[in-house]
């Protein structure tokens, strides 16, 4: 079947604008999970989405960073007033939920340029 | 929080050898995944195994909860077996939500 899928895969912007990535889970995967992987790093968690709940945003590095998510499908990363320092590859992954598994499954991530 | 330790941080094999990878952890485990990411950055999985022992062709993993590690298994390394492999972890008493993922060991397998 279909694994999570992002876009766009690359992304060059200057500084100061506004960007939008996007996220398509697994189907039928109801929590949906972002994270961040600077350079030779590991993977920092941003933000997650489960079911109706209210998402855990306890991961966003600054205000400037929001999420949204539509019912238990698309997801979208926004980040305004982009700063050279959100330059990384933006990972969204997905994962089912109360059926004995919470594996999480990463898309292939979008590559952020801030110049 | 749960801080996660991975070692060696580098590891150089020739093809055909076996290694064994860790993974240290501060506090208990819900959930624990180790990862390839391939030169295209790509995660690939390869265990979902907060405790006990999985075998998947030449890769197998054991968790001991009750000691906080966890170990990856390589035999016969091949050179598609190379890139950065990372264990993950969501601490008990999470709500299933985010993993923390150690810093990565870099292999390279040369022919």
């Known amino acids: 079947g279909a694994g999570v899928s992002q876009s766009p895969s690359n992304k060059v912007t200057e500084k100061g604008k506004d960007v939008e990535l996007r996220c398509d889970p697994i189907s039928g995967h109801t929590a949906l999970y972002w994270y961040r992987q600077r350079l030779g790093q590991g993977l920092e968690f941003l933000i997650y989405?489960?079911?109706?709940?209210?998402p855990d945003k306890s991961g966003l590095p600054s205000d400037r960073f929001s999420a949204e998510r539509t019912g238990e499908s698309v997801s979208t990363l926004t980040i305004q007033r982009t700063q050279q320092e959100d330059s990384a590859v933006y990972l969204c992954?997905?994962?089912?939920w109360g059926v004995g598994t919470y594996e999480q499954y990463f898309g292939p991530g979008t590559r952020l340029t801030v110049t | 929080g749960i801080q996660v330790e991975q070692s060696p941080p580098d590891l150089i094999l020739q093809e055909g050898a076996n290694s064994t990878l860790r993974c240290n952890f501060s506090?208990?485990?819900?959930?624990l995944q180790w990862f390839h990411q391939n030169p295209w950055g790509q995660l690939i999985n390869l265990f979902y195994?907060?405790?006990g022992t999985k075998q998947n062709g030449r890769l197998s993993a054991t968790t001991v909860a009750t000691e906080r590690y966890s170990l990856l298994y390589i035999s016969s390394s091949q050179t598609t077996d190379s890139g950065v492999y990372f264990c993950a972890v969501e601490g008990e008493g999470g709500a299933n939500s985010k993993l923390t993922f150690g810093k990565g060991i870099t292999l390279s397998v040369r022919p």
């Open positions: 992954a997905s994962s089912p």
């Open positions: 195994i907060p405790s």
């Open positions: 989405f489960q079911g109706n709940s209210a």
């Open positions: 506090d208990s485990v819900n959930n």
